[in-house]
Each structure stands twice: as structure tokens, then as C-alpha cells.
């Protein structure tokens, strides 16, 4: 499985545009990159999911580079509700079969 | 249409002890996977179930088993409890087709 890297901790305040980085180098071919969002004492919670290029939904927006070697977690105008860890996932097309392997994540913490 | 819900939402046991936790799967769910998830650390998988087999099994000894019934609810059994066995259990089901949908864990103590 694809081992993933990004940054423990960020910083943000409301109202700014939070870019969260995750590095997959050695990501295979048929692997999808997928982020979740978790709060304390909570499960994780699926945010987003993509192959190439950009994804956009109505929470965020994922960027990945012809080489898929990284991708970009975009969080528009962030809130304090948004202070949560953010979970880099790659692998198989999440579904039957096929476990998700976390890493340690970023912890998001966003002020006034 | 009902997410995941496990149960209990706490639990202190003694070590040594066995415990159960339950947990029901979100409607029209035929997976459901467990997590072990240790203070400041991210989940790790313990093992998953589809249609009532096991098919899939992390890095956790025997003494983790479960069970999956004919209506997709699970249980994960953990004997001869051990201080680091103290945790966030979580939950995770799918319909093969999306992504997972988590519960909101159970916490549990060993003293």
C-alpha cells in the first residue's frame, strides 16, 4: 500500500482558504486518493475522492498533478468548526475489500 | 436512511477481561470494517467482513475476533484485555460501490 506523508499541524483563520499537501510517491496505478475529516471522539468522515486532475464537491476541492506523486486538500473560507484532522488515504477504490490504511494526519486548527 | 450506530458508547473493563461491541451497519451495507484508533494516533484496521466472512485482517492478534450476521450488523470480541488495548473502536460499512461510512466509536478503557 501506498505510504502517504503530510504535515502534522496547520494553522488557519476564518474566513481564509486552507491548502492541505499529501505526499504519495509511490501511489500505483489503479489507486484513487481519497481525504476524510475527523473531530474528536468522532469517526472520520469522507470528505473527497479523486484519480487525476481536480475534483470538486460542495465541502472542498482535491488537486492532483499529472504525476499523482502528491494532491492538494482545498478547504474555501474555513469556519472554527472546521478545526478537525485531515486524513490523506490512498489506495484501491474504497469499497468492498479493501481496508483503509491512516496515516497520522494534519490537525487543522482554525482562530479568530 | 440510518448511518452507522454502535454500542456502547463507553465501557470500562478490567484487564484480563473479555468485552463485545456492537455495531449496526448503515441501510443497504453488505461491509462492514473495524478500526483501532489509539490516543493522538490515526485508525488502524483490525479486520473487515462481507457477507458474513472474513476478508481482510490487519496487524492484531487472535484474541481480536468477530462476527457478521445475515443483516449485516457486526460484532468485534476482544479476550484477555490489555492496558493498550485502550482505544477508540470504530465501526465502517460500505456498499462495495462508495466510500465508507464511519460510527462514532466506542471508547474503551482497560484499567
Known amino acids: 500500500l501506498a505510504k502517504t506523508t503530510q504535515p502534522i499541524s496547520m494553522d488557519s483563520y476564518e474566513g481564509q482558504e486552507v491548502n492541505i499537501t499529501c505526499s504519495h510517491n509511490?501511489?500505483?496505478?489503479?489507486?484513487?486518493i481519497t481525504w476524510y475529516q475527523q473531530f474528536p471522539s468522532q469517526g472520520p468522515r469522507f470528505i473527497i475522492q479523486?484519480?487525476?486532475t481536480k475534483v470538486t464537491n460542495e465541502v472542498a476541492s482535491l488537486f492532483i498533478p499529472a504525476d499523482r506523486k502528491s494532491s492538494t486538500l482545498s478547504l474555501p473560507r474555513v469556519s472554527l468548526s472546521d478545526t478537525a484532522v485531515y486524513y490523506c488515504?490512498?489506495?484501491?477504490?474504497?469499497?468492498?475489500?479493501?481496508?483503509?490504511?491512516f496515516g497520522t494526519g494534519t490537525q487543522l486548527k482554525v482562530e479568530l | 436512511e440510518t448511518g452507522v450506530t454502535q454500542s456502547p458508547t463507553h465501557l470500562i473493563k478490567t484487564r484480563g477481561q473479555q468485552v463485545t461491541l456492537r455495531c449496526s451497519s448503515q441501510?443497504?451495507?453488505?461491509?462492514v470494517s473495524w478500526y483501532q484508533q489509539a490516543l493522538g494516533q490515526g485508525p488502524q484496521f483490525i479486520f473487515q467482513?462481507?457477507?458474513?466472512?472474513?476478508?481482510g485482517r490487519g496487524n492484531f492478534p487472535p484474541r481480536f475476533s468477530g462476527l457478521q450476521f445475515p443483516n449485516y450488523s457486526s460484532e468485534l470480541n476482544v479476550n484477555a484485555l490489555e492496558l493498550d488495548d485502550s482505544a477508540l473502536y470504530l465501526c465502517?460499512?460500505?456498499?462495495?460501490?462508495?466510500?465508507?461510512?464511519f460510527g462514532s466509536g466506542t471508547r474503551l478503557t482497560v484499567v
Open positions: 465502517a460499512s460500505s456498499s462495495g460501490t462508495a466510500g465508507y461510512t
Open positions: 509511490n501511489i500505483a496505478t489503479n489507486d484513487y
Open positions: 479523486g484519480y487525476k
Open positions: 488515504l490512498v489506495g484501491g477504490l474504497t469499497g468492498g475489500g479493501n481496508k483503509l490504511t
Open positions: 441501510s443497504g451495507h453488505n461491509t
Open positions: 467482513y462481507y457477507r458474513e466472512e472474513e476478508n
